[in-house]
């Protein structure tokens, strides 16, 4: 299968509160990317970490990254009605014959309820 | 920039018909993605070009299934013959990196293609 693992798979909270995204990966990375899609429509990028880097803050946005443990969060402080979407992670294989292959994961439907 | 831009937004056809999906990638990016999407599969990497050359293909499903990349502005993804199980969302996505090949950064998805197969 091509899909890394993400927890949880929905997530639903009312406005206001953090969501919390998690994803795992099994192979040494380059980069990890996190991408939101609302229904029906394309992915947009929200972020992207190196395999160097442990936080990166966008807005209400931050990443995290654990190397060790091969996982990363996506956390949304603060959330609106209007981040209800799928959210994924991608993964960016460090391997030579991974070229420019970003693969997806399963992705968490977040919910927020007015 | 327009964005990268897919041809049709939605196609109904039937059982043994020819599909052809089109992508305009944004102009100046050196790689570019076909993604499906499936519930049950979730997104799913066909095949990806950089600077026009298929590099990785291996997630083509089929024989049936065919992509091209004739100049840096355009790519088809060809299904011929479609069959119920293509019944799917079509994404094309590019990128820009201008170096190694092993470095894509952010990836700029299309809206995609709705197919539907009868």
Redesign the interface.
Known sequence: SQQGEEDPQALSIQEGENATMNCSYKTSINNLQWYRQNSGRGLVHLILIRSNEREKHSGRLRVTLDTSKKSSSLLITASRAADTASYFCAKYGRLYNQGGKLIFGQGTELSVKP | DAG?IQSPRHEVTEMGQEVTLRCKPISGHD?L?W?RQTMM?????LI?F?NNVP??DS?MPEDRFSAKMPNASFSTLKIQPSEPRDSAVY?C?S?F?GGP????????????SRLTVL
């Open positions: 990268v790689y993605f993604y599969r979730g997104l799913e990497l990806y950089n590099i990785d997630g994404f996505a990128s990196t090949v092993s470095a894509p950064g952010e990836l700029f998805f299309g809206e995609g």
